[in-house]
């Protein structure tokens, strides 16, 4: 399966410019997640489908814990996955564990609405 274009990883040195400036042109998801970490990998689909149906409208960024913990401990994540909604460089909101695609949908029309 070919990799949107609205879809991206990002560790701890590109965060500032990839997430927190880009927020500045449109809505970005961060996805925090582990190899190790099952409900991770459940959601994974759920969010690159969401991202792909609305078609640059918001854009996702993944974020490996392991390797960026700084990042993790930045935002107080206390479990993985942990996703976060940013728009104009704000936290819009934050939900955790694996969602349904209708719910994720929802859930970003209402942070964003």
């Known amino acids: 399966m070919q990799k949107s274009p609205y879809i991206f990883d990002v560790d701890v040195d590109g965060f500032e410019q990839q997430v927190l400036a880009a927020s500045e042109q449109g809505p970005v998801l ?3 997640w582990a ?3 099952s409900p991770c990998l459940a959601l994974a689909p759920a969010l690159e489908r969401v991202v792909g149906e609305r078609a640059g409208e918001v854009r996702l960024a993944k974020v490996e814990v392991d390797d960026n913990m700084k990042l993790a401990g930045h935002y107080r994540l206390r479990g ?3 996703v976060i909604l940013f728009h104009r460089q704000q936290e819009m909101g934050r939900f955790s ?3 349904a ?3 994720i949908d929802e859930w970003i029309d209402q942070h964003l609405g």
């Open 30 to 32: 961060v996805d925090f």
């Open 35 to 37: 190899e190790w970490c």
């Open 80 to 82: 993985f996955p942990t």
């Open 97 to 99: 564990g694996a969602r």
């Open 101 to 103: 695609v209708h719910w």
